[in-house]
């Protein structure tokens, strides 16, 4: 069993950027909006740190057009429990409903994960999200869903980037796909080892089962609500956070029609 900290840290001062370092989120930005992908080689050379790949994150995400305060809207996830996990603000723009088509955006790939989403009931402090265990993490979540993630890279050298540059590019996502939420009450102590999960890609079928890297979506949450309040922020009720995927990472073209669906949770539906 996880412990809970005694005390929480003192809270960091973010990281300031230089010129280099928003030139790369102009170019990232313009890639975004339907501009060239970004050639990666002076930008490997600058990013060194995972203080800095966040800190280009924020600022990547702010020169998108979003206002100040907590994103309502993330990802995060890691391969295993015993790996960092990662974080990432997802545009407006891209967060879709059930159903949508998705041609209107400017994606280079079309690469999918199927996921879960949860959907915070309370608002969370900072010292709050230090406290937090994996145990007491689903207490603090109101509504689920099935959610299908489209990945895509602004660099040239698309999955092959590293991963503090991947980070940097809003940890490669490039649209979520939302399904129905539906209370989480019933899934406090949900079977997910057990969970199966069948993914659609055209005419292609993949059946997966108990394959989430981390074994429950919540365990995700005591890390990515500390990173979200790190700089003293409350994290708002209804944020909602996409808990990393159940299929790897799957090939779609243009055109193909993607279903998604956990059974006894909901299906999720997009068409590239």
């Known amino acids: 069993m996880s ?6 840290p003192a809270l ?13 989120v102009q170019t990232l930005r313009h890639a975004h909006r339907g501009g ?34 907590v994103p309502p809207y993330w990802k995060s996830g890691g391969p295993s429990r015993s790996e960092p996990m990662r974080h990432a603000p997802l ?3 891209g967060v879709r409903p059930t159903g949508s088509a998705l041609g209107t955006l400017p994606l280079r790939h079309r690469w999918v994960e199927a996921e879960i ?11 709050q999200a230090w406290r937090l265990t994996p145990e007491d993490a689903p207490a603090l979540v109101d509504a689920l869903c099935v959610s299908i993630e489209a990945v895509d890279s602004r660099w040239a050298a698309g ?3 590293s991963p503090l540059l991947k980070l940097a590019d809003l940890q490669v996502h490039g649209a ?10 019933p899934f406090q102590s949900h079977d997910w080892a057990g969970q199966e999960c069948q993914v659609r890609i055209g005419n292609v079928v993949r059946n997966f089962r108990g394959s989430l890297g981390v074994g429950d979506p919540s365990w995700v949450l005591p890390d990515w609500l500390r990173h979200l309040s790190r700089h003293g922020a409350a994290v708002p ?17 243009a055109g193909d029609e993607v279903s998604v669906e956990f059974a006894g949770v909901g299906v999720t539906t997009l068409r590239f």
């Open 91 to 93: 545009p407006m723009a």
């Open 12 to 24: 960091p001062v973010p990281m300031a950027l230089g010129d280099a370092d928003e030139a790369i």
């Open 117 to 127: 989403a949860l959907r915070l009931g309370q608002a969370v402090t900072p010292d």
């Open 36 to 69: 060239p992908a970004v050639d990666e080689q002076a930008a490997q050379a600058r990013i060194t740190s995972l203080e800095q790949a966040y800190a280009l994150q924020e600022r990547l995400y702010a020169a998108l057009g979003h206002a100040p305060g």
């Open 176 to 185: 979520l796909v939302l399904g129905e939420f539906r209370p989480f009450a």
């Open 159 to 161: 999955r092959a980037v």
């Open 237 to 253: 009720a209804g944020t909602v956070v996409s808990t990393g995927t159940w299929c790897g990472l799957l090939d779609a073209e």
């Open 3 to 8: 412990s809970t900290p005694n005390s929480s």
